[in-house]
């Protein structure tokens, strides 16, 4: 035999005032920030994985070609400096 099912009320905490459309504006734009500033971190982190990488690389010896290690460690001597200056331009925000 199944349980019984019952109507259950909608309990919704929120406000029960709708939301103008101003007041959804101000959301979303402020919801738009937070997704720009969290893609910016995570072109940050990828930009220092592959900064490790580069390291890796550079590091690596013989096994990778001289031009290849050459380049490795121009990224990574430039990806520092980049990831700051992003880090600077987004925290003025």
């Known amino acids: 035999m199944s349980p019984s099912l019952s ?3 909608d309990n919704d905490l929120k406000s029960s005032r709708t939301e103008t459309v101003a007041e959804r504006v101000r ?3 402020a919801e738009a920030k937070q997704l720009a500033k969290d893609h910016v971190h995570a072109l940050s982190a990828a930009i220092m994985n592959a900064e490790a990488i580069a ?17 490795a460690r121009r990224f990574v001597e430039d990806a520092e400096a980049r990831v700051q200056t992003l880090e600077a331009i987004a925290s003025r925000q």
């Open 55 to 71: 390291a890796e690389i550079a590091d690596g010896g013989d096994a990778y070609p001289p031009g290849i290690r050459d380049l």
């Open 27 to 29: 959301r979303l734009q």
């Open 7 to 9: 109507v259950v009320a």
